[in-house]
């Protein structure tokens, strides 16, 4: 069974828009992060944000935490071709296990 | 290596084989994890080693499923008698101890006919 529900299912937009996509989840968490996939390849972690954090931003990258609503959002900025991917957030309940969402697809549209 | 890598990339198995996945994780990395993930689906949690020690097996699931990490290093994730709901790719995925990221391999596509 899987924690987390990203939202919305799939998002198409324009070279240079911003992305936003959500993650909804069950439990209490240590951590969040949000890994990204693309076609056939395996995952690659974008960012972690702790509990006790609110928003942390990596590069294009913000990721938003509310811990009273359990959710989370990621927003790509100035997105490009390049991002066209899958996004899955993936929470941490103790030290290693991580239960995924079935995750945004992406497509950014040149 | 440069990262984690996991053999054969690809594999077509008639139902009923016995197959075999490896999974090689990063030098130096003491925790290796195994995740199935079916089509438009995120990964799923298999088992996790610390070192050679399967410390969690609770994502198996059945008993056709086993996972071992003899020398610590090295992991192979075997499923016998396969069936086609075992059709999935299958990550591996390592940490050095007391981090928090998780580095993915490639997977492996597992297509049982």
């Known amino acids: 069974s899987q924690q987390g529900e990203e939202d919305p299912q799939a998002l198409s937009i324009q070279e240079g828009e911003n992305a936003t996509m959500n993650c909804s989840y069950k439990?209490?968490?240590?951590?969040l992060q949000w890994y990204r996939q693309n076609s056939g390849r395996g995952l690659v972690h974008l960012i972690l944000?702790?509990?006790?954090?609110r928003e942390k931003h990596s590069g294009r990258l913000r990721v938003t935490l509310d811990t009273s609503k359990k959710s989370s959002s990621l927003l790509i900025t100035a997105s490009r071709a390049a991002d066209t991917a899958s996004y899955f957030c993936?929470?941490?309940?103790?030290?290693?296990?991580?239960?995924f969402g079935a995750g945004t697809t992406v497509t950014v549209r040149a | 290596g440069a990262g984690v890598s996991q053999s054969p990339r690809y594999k077509v198995a008639k139902r009923g084989q016995d197959v075999a996945l490896r999974c090689d994780p990063i030098?130096?990395?003491?925790?290796l994890f195994w995740y199935q993930q079916a089509l438009g689906q995120g990964p799923e949690f298999l088992t996790y080693?610390?070192?050679?020690?399967?410390?969690?097996k609770s994502g198996l699931p059945s008993d056709r499923f086993f996972a071992e990490r003899p020398e610590g290093s090295v992991s192979t994730l075997k499923i016998q008698r396969t069936q086609q709901e075992d059709s999935a790719v299958y990550l591996c995925?390592?940490?050095?101890?007391?981090?928090?990221?998780?580095?993915f391999g490639p997977g492996t596509r597992l297509l049982v006919l």
């Open positions: 993936a929470t941490a309940t103790n030290d290693y296990k991580l239960s």
């Open positions: 439990t209490s968490i240590n951590n």
């Open positions: 944000i702790r509990s006790n954090e």
């Open positions: 030098s130096g990395h003491v925790s």
């Open positions: 080693f610390q070192n050679e020690a399967q410390l969690d």
């Open positions: 995925a390592s940490l050095v101890s007391a981090q928090e990221t998780q580095y």
